[in-house]
């Protein structure tokens, strides 16, 4: 069964550093998102991109995040520097079309600022 | 900001019992979704149902949707401790998909 793959599962960084997340959507999803998730909250979308292009990054932390997916497939989120605050559970799911199908998500990288 | 917002936060029932969550939105949507996450784990798609939709059902799961009153109600028959997990709605507002708080249910065995 197809999956959407993100790396890493876990990692640790240290406050200032820079820290990227991958993910690989579903094969033939054009639709890709971001979400950050806080330990006993939902999840927070960062980002969606239909193919290449962001349709939606309004909650986007610009000055210290970025995300691309230049070939409208594999997707990288960045933070750069990283800070305490940004201890999260990192998702990324992938659909068919915005926001009319189901979404299905990776297993998510969990993010510990130290 | 987050669209839906799910009640209760948190739900423990005993093992064969109905679990009924809700979830209101603030305004018009296209479709709603309902998903389970287990604990440090990614989301998993329960139900997709369509604003011109009153009900859905998926085994187990009972949907319906009231777009007069903005909300939406889950429902899980004869619960077992499996279900134990987090229940998000997600509507569809600026066709993303964006998430409320979610219900924390605990099934006892």
């Known amino acids: 069964e197809a999956e959407v793959a993100q790396s890493p599962r876990y990692k640790i960084t240290e406050k200032s550093q820079a820290v990227a997340f991958w993910c690989d959507p579903i094969?033939?999803?054009?639709?890709l998102y971001w979400y950050r998730q806080i330990l006993g909250q939902g999840p927070e979308l960062l980002v969606q991109?239909?193919?290449?292009?962001?349709?939606?990054d309004s909650q986007l932390p610009k000055d210290r995040f970025s995300a691309e997916r230049l070939k409208g497939v594999d997707s990288t989120l960045k933070i750069q520097p990283a800070e305490l605050g940004d201890s999260a559970m990192y998702l990324c799911?992938?659909?068919?079309?915005?926001?009319?199908?189901?979404?299905?998500f990776g297993q998510g990288t969990r993010l510990t600022v130290v | 900001s987050q669209q839906g917002e799910e009640d209760p936060q948190a739900l423990s029932i005993q093992e064969g019992e109905n679990a009924t969550m809700n979830c209101s939105y603030k305004?018009?949507?296209?479709?709603l979704q309902w998903y389970r996450q287990n604990s440090g784990r990614g989301l998993v798609h329960l139900i997709l149902?369509?604003?011109?939709?009153r009900e859905k059902h998926s085994g187990r799961l009972r949907v319906t949707l009231d777009t007069s009153k903005k909300s939406s109600s889950l429902l899980i028959t004869a619960s077992r401790a499996a279900d134990t997990a987090s229940y998000f709605c997600?509507?569809?507002?600026?066709?993303?998909?964006?998430f409320g708080a979610g219900t924390r249910l605990t099934v006892k065995p």
């Open positions: 799911a992938s659909s068919l079309a915005e926001g009319k199908n189901e979404a299905f």
């Open positions: 094969s033939g999803h054009a639709t």
């Open positions: 991109f239909q193919d290449e292009s962001v349709v939606d």
């Open positions: 305004t018009s949507i296209n479709n």
């Open positions: 149902i369509r604003s011109n939709e």
């Open positions: 997600a509507t569809d507002q600026y066709e993303d998909m964006r």
